[in-house]
Structure formats: structure tokens, C-alpha cells
Nanobody, 118 residues
Framework: QVQLVESGGGSVQSGASLRLSCVASGLTFSTYVMGWFRQAPGKEREFVVSISQSGGFTSYAESVKGRFTISRDNAKNTVYLQMNSLKPEDTAVYYC???????????WGQGTQVTVSS
């Protein structure tokens, strides 16, 4: 079955960096758009960034533009999220997700917690 496993979360201070990873299995990774989403306590899940199958096209939420960078390694079935200049408002559970032929995010990871203190 399809599995997406995130890692790399943690607790950091404002201004620090973290890199999240998401390893996929059970699907043809290179044919899926991959995305990162986040959900803060008491808030709805929100889109953060996505990357096309080849990695040539990315789309970022305004709140993270210039600070976060998504990348992927299709040979390793892995998508990354480099997060720089972290702010307290970036505190959330971060989820990776895969979007296939249905044009919906069909598969989701279990999430990894990111906590940024001021």
C-alpha cells in the first residue's frame, strides 16, 4: 500500500532552519505531484507548497515565499522542504501529500511537528 513518511520536524527558535523529508513507497513517485501542507492548533489545514512531477514547477503559499524551498529526488522517492527564517506562526504539524491522476491529493503522511518559539 501507499505510504508517505515525514521526518525532520522539531522545536527551534525563531530564525532557525529545518529540513523536512517525506519518503514515499507503494506508488510510482515520479508520476505524482507532491505537496506540503500544515495545520496549526485550532486552525484548518492549509497549503504550503507543491512541486510538479519532474520538479520543474513549484507553487508556494504567499506566507512562505522566499523562506521555504521544496525539492524532490525521484531516484530516492523523496520530497524535501527546506524551511529557513522560521517564525512562530510557522508552528504546525506538517504533512506531505501526493496528487495523482485524480488531480486530488489522494495520499497523506502522518505528519511531523514543527514548533518555533520566539
Amino acid at each position: 500500500q501507499v505510504q508517505l513518511v515525514e521526518s525532520g520536524g522539531g522545536s527551534v527558535q525563531s530564525g532557525a532552519s529545518l529540513r523536512l523529508s517525506c519518503v514515499a513507497s507503494g506508488l510510482t513517485f515520479s508520476t505524482y505531484v507532491m505537496g506540503w501542507f500544515r495545520q496549526a492548533p485550532g486552525k484548518e489545514r492549509e497549503f504550503v507548497v507543491s512541486i510538479s512531477q519532474s520538479g520543474g514547477f513549484t507553487s508556494y503559499a504567499e506566507s512562505v515565499k522566499g523562506r521555504f524551498t521544496i525539492s524532490r529526488d525521484n531516484a530516492k522517492n523523496t520530497v524535501y522542504l527546506q524551511m529557513n527564517s522560521l517564525k512562530p506562526e510557522d508552528t504546525a504539524v506538517y504533512y506531505c501529500a501526493a496528487k495523482g491522476p485524480s488531480y486530488q491529493y489522494d495520499y497523506w503522511g502522518q505528519g511531523t511537528q514543527v514548533t518555533v518559539s520566539s
